[in-house]
């Protein structure tokens, strides 16, 4: 019985390396975060214990708005978080 001819296997090349993504967070972003979520509350708090003479006089309500902005400012950073 005829032999069948051997096939030659094509060569392997490897597959080119990639570099490391480096997956995390930037070294300011929990500090920051964290920051703005204390700052943010202790101005409310403030803003509350001192009827409202205290952090900013002038600005009345806007306290409480300033306040929450810092609040939802850590918000945003949190979104980011990995």
């Known amino acids: 019985m005829p032999r069948s001819r051997l096939r030659r296997k094509e ?3 490897p597959r080119p ?4 993504v480096r997956v995390g967070n930037p070294a300011w972003l929990v500090p920051a975060m ?3 979520f204390v700052i943010g509350l202790i101005w409310i708090v403030v803003y509350y214990v001192t009827q409202s003479g ?3 006089p ?3 309500g806007w306290n409480m708005v300033v306040g929450f902005g810092l609040i939802i400012g850590g918000f945003l950073l949190a ?3 990995r």
Do not use: S
């Open 11 to 13: 060569a392997v090349t």
């Open 79 to 81: 979104t980011r978080w």
């Open 58 to 60: 002038a600005l009345g």
């Open 17 to 20: 390396t990639r570099a490391a």
């Open 54 to 56: 205290y952090p900013v």
């Open 34 to 36: 964290v920051a703005l």
